[in-house]
């Protein structure tokens, strides 16, 4: 069983991946959970629940910490990315470019949504394992970096790229090396649909100095996710700067080190990640050895976290509903969302933390399983967990949700999705609107032959 606490105060402010409440939120004089200046109780009954809230404070810290890192570890020039998949939003775009992020994007609409929320193009990388043309169209023509992933990539690109304007390419590749995290968030071991084979590299470098059309500035690998060692990243960095020697000697002009995201965060308490400053220091040390060791010049060093730098500016409120006792075995509250909102627990099994936004300090526990609302008995938030008694309509924050939430959810049981709402200084503003019943339909279309006619 994983327990809880009553909501505890927060550890290390200069890096919210380690703690799990955003690092703005206090309680107030009544007691009761406030974040970014806001009491999550009146929000909830403003906006509505489920609703995800994001504390800018948090973001934009984690931004910082990233950027001012790397400028006192690592010598040369470098660029953080923001791994948008984790969370895709004009509102979070425009944070991360404000902060110097540049983006990394897997399809035509989280470029869009980033080039429209002002990241600038030249700061965009482009992935994907099967792009089709039309992305690559897309890309291409708005000078996005194309992170070629495999020779289908190669092949579509031959039928738009130019010699007179060559396509700004990055170099996938699987760099063999295994970390201890979930199986489906695994991508660096050698069976991974994602980049390029290592004993590949040669053959496909050499190609791809034959193509005009072709301007391959930079590598890039990618290891896995919620990854709390630090050793995978040094001994990537390695792998990267043989890479990087391979390149030049073929005659590219690589510049960019990209070495993917991965740090983890803390959902629960027994979590315990390195610091956003201390993931920077070992990369950057280590790619400072690497390329000293095979007397390289310094490459950019570009890194793409997504949940360190948004999941825990993020929490969930849902409203509890219906207990249902099952004598000697569990206790179920239910909330009004679940897996279409937040579908990690019942595709990973993953953990979170969760508080009674209004009794955050309350400590008469009782043992709950905090269940969703979905037809599925897997639809399971938090299993087992301790939660102060609590009664129906009480307000639930569930932490960590700002990754992999918004961006995974669904419309499962034909749920709208819930309103996003950011959070500072005392401000609440909108960044995404509730979808209603009636958005699901848009989408719809009923032949006429199907409606019933008088
Ligand atoms: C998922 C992914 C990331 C971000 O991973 P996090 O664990 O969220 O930091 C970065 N780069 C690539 C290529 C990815 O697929």
Not at 180 to 197: M, N, V
């Amino acid at each position: 069983m994983h327990e809880s606490k009553a909501y505890e105060p927060n550890v290390d402010i200069d890096s919210p991946n380690r703690n799990i409440a955003p690092i703005s939120s206090e309680i107030n004089e009544s007691k009761k959970l406030v974040v970014g200046g806001c009491q999550l109780s009146e929000l909830a009954k403003k906006y509505g629940t489920p609703l995800y809230v994001l504390d800018e404070l948090s973001l934009r810290t984690a931004c910082k910490t990233y950027i001012s890192s790397l400028n006192k570890h690592y010598p040369g020039k470098s660029l953080p990315l923001f791994a948008s998949k984790a969370n895709s939003s004009l509102a979070i775009c425009a944070v991360i470019s404000s902060e110097g992020f540049g983006l990394d994007a897997v399809s035509e609409g989280e470029l869009l949504t980033a080039i429209n929320g002002g990241v600038k193009e030249k700061d965009i990388v482009f992935h994907g394992n099967n792009k089709s043309q039309d992305e690559l169209n897309f890309a291409y023509s708005n000078n996005v970096t194309i992170v070629l992933d495999n020779y289908h990539d190669i092949e579509l690109l031959k039928n738009i790229a130019s010699d007179n304007k060559p396509a700004k390419l990055m170099l996938r590749f699987t760099p063999g090396i295994e970390c201890h995290t979930h199986e489906y968030i695994r991508t660096g071991h050698l069976d991974s649909k994602f980049g390029f084979d290592p004993d590949e590299l040669k053959s496909i470098l050499e190609e791809l100095k034959t193509y005009k059309w072709a301007n391959l500035t930079g590598l890039h690998a990618h290891i896995g996710s919620q990854i709390f060692e630090v050793q995978p990243h040094i001994d990537l960095a390695g792998v990267m700067a043989d890479a990087l020697k391979l390149a030049k000697e073929i005659g590219h002009p690589v510049v960019d080190l990209n070495l993917g995201g991965g740090l983890g965060i803390k959902y629960v308490q027994e979590d315990n990640p390195p610091s956003i400053e201390k993931w920077v220091e070992i990369i950057s040390k280590a790619v400072v050895n690497a390329c000293r060791e095979r007397n390289l010049d310094l490459p950019r060093l570009m890194c793409e976290p997504g949940r360190s730098l948004v999941a825990n500016s993020g929490l969930t409120i849902y409203k509890i509903g219906a207990k249902k006792v099952v004598p000697g075995v569990r206790t179920y509250l239910s909330v009004d969302g679940g897996m279409s909102d937040n579908p990690r627990p019942i595709t990973y099994q993953s953990l979170y933390s969760a508080c009674l936004v209004d009794k955050p300090m309350n400590t008469n526990f009782e043992k709950v399983t905090i269940a969703g609302k979905h037809c599925e008995s897997g639809d399971v938030l938090l299993k087992d967990f301790l939660l102060p008694s609590c009664e129906s309509g009480d307000f639930l924050a569930v932490f960590g949700t700002g990754a992999y939430n918004y961006s995974m959810s669904s419309n499962y049981n034909r749920i709208p999705r819930p309103a996003t709402i950011i959070v500072g200084k005392g401000l609440a503003e909108l960044t995404q609107r509730r979808e209603l019943p009636e958005d699901l339909l848009q989408l719809d279309v009923l032949p006429d032959r199907f409606i019933p006619k008088n």
